[in-house]
T-cell receptor
Framework: GESVGLHLPTLSVQEGDNSIINCAYSNSASDYFIWYKQESGKGPQFIIDIRSNMDKRQGQRVTVLLNKTVKHLSLQIAATQPGDSAVYFCAENSAAGNKLTFGGGTRVLVKP | DTAVSQTPKYLVTQMGNDKSIKCEQNLGHDTMYWYKQDSKKFLKIMFSYNNKELIINETVPNRFSPKSPDKAHLNLHINSLELGDSAVYFC?????????????FGPGTRLLVL
């Protein structure tokens, strides 16, 4: 199989607990943010996005919070399930042409 | 009903060879992208095309040449492959090139250069 990114920060969470994944972004001019989920051997999968005129957005079992003052983004996953085990990336859109800049990723491991 | 597809999924080749990776999207999107993901999972954009026109060209060796025959296809040709080219290459698409559009990724092509 492919490399599993052994140097990634890892969040271990008990099944059923809530998970919080944090991301610091670099460009104060960024006005659009996306969270992606990448399972082993697959491409990044869109989870949820948020624009800079909002500070919170909710989806199904996921919530994204944006704090522009400290340039911080978080993804909350409610009632974490084994299928949530993956690497999660935040991405910011900070330039013309819809160029996304990705963060380094956080691996989430769900313990049964 | 695959949205963004890539071929091949795996590509193992010798240094110095030339290879191509193909990408197709059936989402009706106008913009397509190529990303490279290294062994530490870091994802970085390489190119972006909008309706067959190049709009993003990051600092990528000119051995890499994207080609877009139509807006549903964006292929990546790599000349004179080097060991450092080993990575996973992802194609993505979005509805428009303007800021603030979600990008949807293909399953990736795992390239190993020996």
């Amino acid at each position: 199989g492919e490399s599993v990114g052994l140097h990634l920060p890892t969040l271990s969470v008990q099944e059923g607990d809530n998970s919080i994944i944090n991301c610091a972004y670099s460009n104060s001019a960024s006005d659009y943010f996306i969270w992606y989920k990448q399972e082993s051997g697959k491409g990044p999968q869109f989870i949820i996005d948020i624009r800079s005129n909002m500070d919170k957005r909710q989806g199904q079992r996921v919530t994204v919070l944006l704090n522009k003052t400290v340039k911080h983004l978080s993804l909350q996953i409610a009632a974490t399930q084994p299928g949530d085990s993956a690497v999660y990336f935040c991405a910011e859109n900070s330039a013309a042409g819809n160029k996304l800049t990705f963060g380094g990723g956080t691996r989430v491991l769900v313990k049964p | 009903d695959t949205a963004v597809s890539q071929t091949p999924k795996y590509l193992v080749t010798q240094m110095g060879n030339d290879k191509s990776i193909k990408c197709e999207q059936n989402l009706g999107h106008d913009t397509m992208y190529w990303y490279k993901q290294d062994s530490k999972k870091f994802l970085k954009i390489m190119f972006s095309y909008n309706n067959k026109e190049l709009i993003i060209n990051e600092t990528v060796p000119n051995r890499f040449s994207p080609k877009s025959p139509d807006k549903a296809h964006l292929n990546l040709h790599i000349n004179s492959l080097e060991l450092g080219d080993s990575a996973v290459y992802f194609c993505a698409s979005s509805q428009a090139p303007q800021r603030g559009g979600a990008q949807y990724f293909g399953p990736g092509t795992r390239l190993l250069v020996l």
